[in-house]
């Protein structure tokens, strides 16, 4: 079993930063692949970007091909970032991490955080 706990979300000021944070406990947690989704209210849940145990990563977002959402790993702590930049209102959604022990997926993950919420105010 693992446990993800999102934290960071928050109100934010359009062009704003942020880092979100989740924290994975539980048996061989840094051995995961943990990602990053949102969603947004009435649309469907995206994929961001996953990173797997050795912090290799795979990006779903096209923003995060360009560099505006960037996935970071610290093993020793058991967490894994999320950092935004240049925040947009679009931006607003419930983020989520997620962990699979086998693979990284834009879909279907086996362990979901709570989620936090990110408010962008244009």
């Known amino acids: 079993q693992l446990r993800l706990v999102e934290s960071g979300g928050g109100l934010v000021q359009s062009g704003g930063s942020l880092r979100l944070s989740c924290e994975a406990s539980?048996?061989?947690?840094?051995?995961?692949?943990i990602g990053w989704f949102r969603q947004a209210s009435g649309k469907e849940r995206e994929g961001i970007s996953c990173t797997n145990r050795y912090g290799d990563t795979t990006n779903y977002h096209q923003d995060s091909e360009k560099g505006r959402f960037t996935i970071a790993r610290d093993n020793a702590k058991n967490m894994v970032f999320l950092q935004i930049h240049s925040l947009k209102p679009e931006d607003t959604a419930v983020y989520y991490c997620?962990?699979?022990?086998?693979?990284?997926?834009?879909?279907?993950?086996?362990?979901w955080g709570e989620g936090t919420l990110v408010n962008v105010l244009s």
């Open positions: 539980g048996s061989d947690s840094d051995h995961y692949h």
């Open positions: 997620a962990a699979s022990y086998w693979y990284c997926s834009a879909y279907v993950m086996d362990y």
